[in-house]
């Protein structure tokens, strides 16, 4: 069951949709006639950087998270779901992708990625529950890994975790995103709440 009031932080990497997905998540509330409050944080984000942002939706007047505040953690990059594990709240949920962009450092073999098992295990830890799912490869699958942002907005609405369902977003898509990409984002969304559904 979706709450009405909830305070989503996204966080990943430059190029990855992130400001994209807040856009439309934020879009699809206000559709709905929900109040929202959305802000963003990005520094350096064409060279990869973090790129954080946060929709609240239900009534917050301020679009800022401190640590302990978000309800929900969308992931859009593993390593930066770890970073941003502080922010998460007592009893909050984490949606990620397991799939890894590896940063200039560590594709140059000066820094070393952390083992995938070991982000899981610190988030599972966190987290009241956590989902990972492979957002790039499920993107490629819809058509192109551009479309990973979908798939991680297709998860929270099926998950229940923001007061909106799938075709709330896809209605938001149509409007929002350019014809040619809607009927590939579409299905990134279906394929992220396929992901998520109990077996």
Known sequence: MAKDKVRILLTGVGGQG??????????AALDKGL????????GMAQRGGVVESAVLIGGYLSPKLGYGEADVLLGFE???????????????????????ILPIGVSLG????PELADIETKTRQCAASAHFLPCLSLGRQAGTTQS????????????????????DLKTTMARRLK???????????????????PA
Do not use: D, W
């Not at 109040?35 to 990005?42: D, L, P």
């Not at 593993?78 to 890894?100: D, I, N």
């Not at 000066?110 to 990625?113: G, I, Q, S």
């Open 179 to 197: 014809a040619r990409f809607l009927e590939i984002n579409n299905k990134a969304v279906e394929l992220g709440a396929a992901a998520v559904k």
């Open 18 to 27: 992130t400001l994209t997905a807040t856009k439309i998540l934020a879009e």
């Open 110 to 113: 000066r820094e070393r990625y």
């Open 148 to 167: 990973a942002n979908m798939v991680l907005l297709g998860a929270l609405c099926a998950l229940g975790l923001a007061p909106l369902s799938l075709e």
């Open 35 to 42: 109040h929202v409050t959305a802000g963003e944080i990005h």
């Open 78 to 100: 593993p390593l930066e779901t770890l970073r941003a594990l502080p922010y998460l709240a007592s009893g909050g949920v984490v949606v990620s992708s397991s799939e890894p």
